[in-house]
């Protein structure tokens, strides 16, 4: 250093002396300030490439959602549920927790914009799905007017299997509309409105299709008698218990609030044992009481709901299976999807 230089505590000059006369270094001079980076985020059609909106000065650790929140500003029609921000018009969606400077994007990133339609929130799919199966199963139930014909108005089955057939149905949708309000989390808040007349049409028609074979009174009871009906009925319930247990310890994974995942492992409850050898077994014990309660009722109907049931959930829990392989590098390498060694 300058002998000329005396330094201050910490290193930084407070005298500075030229040709014998000295000069005091005002501190602030010192100091410089950073200079903070911000990013330029240019938003376009995914379709049509029209530049939709750019949001200037965009701090560098803002998420997805907060990136939706400030295009909603610009147009409040696209809430932010309704939009997907992706890197690629035909690439996937970005997700809400992702922050622009860990994205693939220079300090002026364009992200392409998709229209998800109007949105609905599960909780409301699920209660509407589930409250419609269960009302019009009692309507055939209790035989309401117009459906039987005026000879058989409000009057009851003789047959003991007929009553425990809508104690059965009554409880399953009960159970999983009281899961819903206070089981379940859900790592998305909403799904398209266009979702839940498909999803409608499918449970309350195969529930009315049932039902009005059940509560026919024509209706022959099982072959097997009481045997086959007190077996069907212990399956039945062997599953609903099961398949309550999977979602409780489903939940206990996820903190309330957050979309954290992790790998499902069997708990000091005998029902989780069946993660051992599947990734979805809310999905093996959901087909298993539906088996049940076909055998309890040996209707047509029912077999059928159960078996485009089995194939729905198995590509569900193929998908979900596929996700967990991706994502965690320790998972079970000997689990099946909804099938033990097999599916």
């Not at 965009?58 to 992706?86: C, D, G, M």
């Not at 045997?227 to 309550?244: H, P, S, T």
Request: some cysteine.
């Amino acid at each position: 250093m300058d002998p000329n230089v005396v330094p201050l505590e910490g290193g930084q000059p407070l005298l500075m002396s030229l040709n014998g006369i000295e000069f005091k270094r005002h501190p602030k001079a010192v100091k410089s300030k950073k200079a903070v980076l911000f990013f330029e985020v240019e938003i376009l059609d995914a379709k049509t490439r029209d530049k939709l909106c750019f949001l200037d000065k965009v701090e560098p650790n803002a998420t997805i959602a907060e990136i939706k929140n400030l295009f909603t500003k610009s147009h409040p029609q696209w809430y932010p549920a309704r939009q997907s921000l992706r890197l690629d018009p035909k690439g996937k969606s970005l997700k809400d927790e992702d922050v622009l400077q860990n994205l693939p994007v220079g300090t002026t990133a364009t992200l392409y914009f998709r229209d998800l339609g109007a949105q609905i929130s599960w909780v409301t799919v699920f209660l509407t799905e589930y409250a419609g199966p269960l009302l019009i199963y009692l309507l055939f139930y209790f035989r309401v007017p117009f459906i039987y014909g005026p000879k058989y108005d409000f009057t009851s089955s003789k047959h003991s299997v007929v009553h425990l057939a809508c104690i059965c149905h009554s409880f399953h949708y009960i159970k999983r509309l009281l899961e819903t309000i206070f089981v379940h989390r859900f790592s998305h808040g909403t799904m398209p409105l266009r979702n839940i007349f498909k999803n409608c049409t499918y449970y309350w028609g195969f529930a009315a299709w049932m039902a009005y074979y059940i509560n026919h009174p024509l209706y022959t009871p099982p072959t097997y008698g009481d045997e086959q009906v007190k077996l069907a009925l212990i399956i039945f319930l062997f599953c609903q218990l099961g398949n309550f247990s999977i979602h409780i310890a489903l939940r206990n994974l996820r903190p309330a609030g957050s979309k954290t995942r992790k790998i499902p492992y069997p708990t000091k409850n005998p029902f989780t044992w069946l993660f051992l050898l599947v990734s979805c077994p809310n999905y093996t014990y959901e087909v298993g009481s539906w088996i049940g309660f076909a055998i309890m009722t040996q209707c047509l109907p029912v077999a059928l709901f159960s078996l485009v049931g089995f194939i729905q959930m198995t590509i569900w829990a193929k998908g979900k299976h596929r996700s967990y392989l991706k994502e965690f590098r320790d998972y079970p390498p000997l689990r099946s999807p909804i099938v033990p060694f097999l599916l």
